[in-house]
């Protein structure tokens, strides 16, 4: 098993001429509601694994059933393994692995009926890995389904989705009726399918510390709009917290340029920014005679920044 303390991310070459998930101005409006998507692009390369981030109610389990055609979007695209989404081909399905946040299965089934029935559908059903989740996870293979606490419904279907090796996995907060160990099993599989050629992982969570564990590139998602896409280095180091000691008090009007929050105290400031230069810092100094310190900060500090109203 992989030690997530020690794991590198995945370093599969990334093939950015082959987009296995392509979304165009997608938008999304139930009958009578309020529109949840508001225009969202994104591209998901073959070989990527992708943290996709926000919090409760941004979009997230809304933007993946219509990627994957569950969901009939208001305008807008959305083509899966080189398929219309709304048109998923037998062999694009195939390819794919879905595990969803509300898990829905056949309560009338034993567990071992349950794991031949899904092999049944599937050329590339790997029966060795199957087995080795269900020992790995203590699954009761002779219990009906409708035994199962919520955790356990959730692992049974992390192995349903794993074990025929999909080539597209993609997971809406699979973990979280998970217990720590659990949690930390299933992210290790994650792991090991994300290091193989040409597996992509599309990973939606709002824990912050798993998408640092398994992903290379994140994407957020608020109020219906992705507002950043990236490496994880990148969103790491575009966003900062400085803390500005001035020579007076500052005004009322202290600005800094990408500024997602601010906190002044008299002559002290603490902003978090985006995008900070070195030109933005001279500024600050020179405009007013200030000592500005540069901090950085963690993942779940970035996405708490990011979501400031």
Request: with cysteine; aromatic share 6%.
């Amino acid at each position: 098993m992989t030690n997530l303390e020690t794991a590198s991310r995945p370093t599969t070459a990334r093939d950015s001429s082959e987009l296995l998930i392509d979304v165009s101005g997608l938008r999304k409006q139930f009958k009578g509601g309020k529109e949840v998507l508001r225009g969202v692009d994104l591209e998901v390369p073959r070989g990527t694994v992708l943290g996709l981030s926000g919090k409760n109610g941004a979009g997230k389990t809304t933007l993946i059933k219509c990627i994957l055609g569950l969901l009939k979007p208001t305008s807008g695209t959305a083509t899966l393994l080189g398929d219309n989404a709304w048109d998923l081909s037998a062999e694009a399905k195939e390819r794919l692995g879905y595990v969803p946040q509300v898990v829905t299965l056949y309560p009338w089934m034993k567990l071992r009926h349950l794991l031949a029935y899904t092999a049944a559908f599937y050329r590339n059903w790997n029966a060795d890995l199957a087995r080795q989740l269900v020992q790995r996870w203590e699954i009761p293979l002779e219990e009906g389904v409708a035994t199962l606490s919520v955790g356990q419904q959730q692992r049974l279907s992390i192995v349903l989705s794993l074990a025929y090796e999909p080539q597209l996995l993609i997971l809406d907060e699979p973990a979280a009726s998970l217990d720590p160990v659990a949690r930390r099993e299933f992210l290790s599989e994650v792991l090991n399918i994300a290091n193989q050629p040409n597996r992509t992982v599309v990973f939606s969570t709002h824990i912050t510390s798993d998408i640092e564990r398994v992903a290379d590139t994140v994407a957020i998602l608020k109020e219906g709009t992705i507002v950043f896409h990236g490496e994880l280095g990148e969103l790491k180091d575009s966003v900062k917290r400085l803390h500005v000691s001035a020579a007076a008090p500052l005004p009322g009007n202290f600005a800094v340029p990408g500024a997602l929050s601010m906190r002044i105290d008299g002559s002290h400031a603490m902003v978090a920014a985006r995008d900070v230069t070195p030109e933005v810092i001279s500024e600050l100094c020179n405009l007013w005679k200030a000592d500005v310190q540069i901090e950085d900060l963690s993942l779940e500090d970035i996405f708490l920044e990011m979501h400031q109203p």
